[in-house]
């Protein structure tokens, strides 16, 4: 029986043959085994891309068992990982300063970062992880920053709005991203990608002069599918917005409990994927919650307050949720 090989399949196949690190090639399988159509004639195909892919997860895991710490692995906390991307001096550095603790070392002249660096943004309630990473340029990428792309909830492309080279860095980081399939229009289950719905540009600095007319030049001329927000480390314009952009990126919800009789705990929401039922919030306080649970209130989305709902009742933001054993 022919296989059928579509033209999507036989581009991931390209990508693992140029690939070079055990990062990039155990995605290119990923990426090979979820698109190639799914019949009696490509049964023995996929059984070897499963194989091939075990093999190289297997020796990932070895090196690691050897003492050899990845310095671009980066583990994840908070309510996302959200990671910093661009070229040299578009304010990376400075950003992070700014809307976390951390103290990366800020310099004018370039590659002051060398290797990824995290702090904790509060946005209301719950915390973001930002994670600033090395530089890229059109002649150099760093190894292993390819890896703590495709490990993030949610990527921000900066660029500096106050170049004139702004839609240059736009474009190169943007093809890199695709070029690389960290970023895809749609990601297919059990591939290590970032759809494009889940990144954005900042054009920082943008409290500069000629900063809007760049602006808008991105905005003609740039990636379609990507929103592009202005924002200043120096004078905070546009953080708010980037903090409540970020929550959307992130496609997640708070959700909040309840004891019978007592106040909701408004401290400490459990953070959802958005689309999550009571069933998912269950599982996320306890394991066996899920079979002991008897009984279900939810103040917020529901028709009224308090109302018992199924199991399966999807959740939205800020809901209130009591569970009765």
Request: with cysteine.
């Amino acid at each position: 029986m022919p296989a059928n090989l579509t033209p999507i399949y036989y581009k991931a196949e390209e990508n693992f043959k140029k690939a070079v690190t055990v990062s990039e090639k155990i995605a290119a399988l990923e990426e090979m085994l979820a698109v190639i159509p799914k019949h009696k004639g490509t049964e023995k195909m996929q059984a070897d891309l499963k194989k091939r892919l075990s093999r190289l997860r297997e020796e990932g895991q070895k090196k690691s068992k050897k003492g050899r710490i990845d310095p671009f692995w980066v583990e994840k906390q908070g309510a996302g990982q959200v990671v910093l991307f661009g070229f040299p001096n578009t304010g990376k550095s400075s950003l992070l300063a700014t809307v976390t603790r951390a103290r990366p070392k800020i310099a004018e002249y370039p590659f002051t970062t060398t290797l990824p660096m995290t702090g904790m943004m509060a946005y209301q309630d719950i915390l973001f992880q930002m994670v600033d990473t090395p530089p890229i340029t059109e002649e150099l990428v760093p190894d292993g920053l390819s890896g703590t792309l495709r490990n993030a909830d949610a990527l921000l492309i900066l660029v500096d709005a106050g170049s004139d080279n702004c839609l240059e860095q736009l474009l190169t980081c943007y093809d890199y991203l695709k070029e690389k399939k960290i970023m895809a229009d749609e990601v297919s289950p059990g591939t290590r990608a970032i759809s494009a719905d889940r990144c954005m540009v900042l054009a920082t600095k943008a409290e500069v002069d000629n900063s809007a007319e760049h602006i808008q030049i991105m905005n003609e001329l740039g990636p379609p599918d990507l929103e592009i927000i202005p924002v200043s480390a120096t004078t905070g314009l546009g953080l708010e917005i980037m903090r409540e952009k970020i929550f959307e990126l992130l496609k997640i919800i708070r959700v909040y409990t309840k004891t019978p009789g007592k106040a909701p705990d408004m401290k400490t929401p459990f953070i959802l994927k958005k689309g999550s039922n009571v069933l998912d919030l269950a599982e996320n306080i306890h394991r066996d919650l899920p079979q002991l649970m008897k009984n279900v209130r939810v103040w917020g989305s529901a028709r009224y307050e308090g109302q018992s709902v199924n199991r399966d009742y999807q959740l939205s933001d800020r809901d209130i949720v009591e569970i009765n054993q």
